[in-house]
T-cell receptor, first 113, second 117 residues
């Protein structure tokens, strides 16, 4: 079985400050990990993924995430938040041998001016 | 990146009627597509996996006779909500797997907002 936990319903950060959105996962095999962003009444946009290799992955719009196997985490980060980053962020996992994604419950990021 | 479209983007129907939602991969072929349902401020719930040329695979608890899925071609999957009721009102999103070696992500359509009155 595969599962994802996003412990924060909402993260508030001031523009220009660094942001972190947390994600932990559980799989039986090796994880494929993803971050997606959703703007109101829109579908999900792919931000970045970890499949293998370097633990620090860089994605779209200046976002990055670090895979930590010992802590089973894949936190999303950005050095300097923008107001336009305000949206709903989903972490997702796919276990090796599975074809489907399991999503976390989502974290609303609010960046204040 | 690859583009997935959905039609309609928004639909209002009366209770008891059926509604069809289309999902198209615009610049690539997709032998598999996924249908999700999203409640307000909630995560995505996978409803079913649509397979071109064969029957869809439904997740536990999803009524296959109510949510009919047809994968008519390599670029089109449809979800028909039959005899819709107000509790079927939701945001329905489809996705298709990215193509190419090392691509494990999915590309999502913009979603369809269904309101059943």
């Amino acid at each position: 079985a595969q599962s994802v936990a996003q412990p924060e319903d909402q993260v508030n950060v001031a523009e220009g400050n660094p942001l972190t959105v947390k994600c932990t996962y559980s799989v039986s095999g090796n994880p494929y990990l993803f971050w997606y962003v959703q703007y109101p009444n829109r579908g999900l946009q792919f931000l970045l993924k970890y499949i293998t290799g370097d633990n620090l992955v860089k994605g779209s719009y200046g976002f990055e995430a670090e895979f930590n196997k010992s802590q089973t985490s894949f936190h999303l980060k950005k050095p300097s938040a923008l107001v336009s980053d305000s949206a709903l962020y989903f972490c997702a996992v796919r276990d090796t041998g599975y074809s489907t994604l399991t999503f976390g419950k989502g974290t609303m990021l609010l960046v204040s001016p | 990146g690859a583009v997935v479209s959905q039609h309609p983007s928004r639909v209002i129907c009366k209770s008891g009627t059926s509604v069809k939602i289309e999902c198209r991969s615009l610049d690539f072929q997709a032998t598999t597509m996924f249908w999700y349902r999203q409640f307000p401020k909630k995560s995505l719930m996978l409803m079913a996996t649509s397979n071109e040329g064969s029957k869809a695979t439904y997740e536990q608890g999803v009524e296959k006779d109510k949510f009919l899925i047809n994968h008519a071609s390599l670029t089109l999957s449809t979800l028909t909500v039959t005899s819709a009721h107000p509790e079927d009102s939701s945001f329905y999103i489809c996705s298709a797997p990215a193509q190419g070696a090392g691509s494990y992500e999915q590309y999502f359509g913009p979603g369809t907002r269904l309101t059943v009155t």
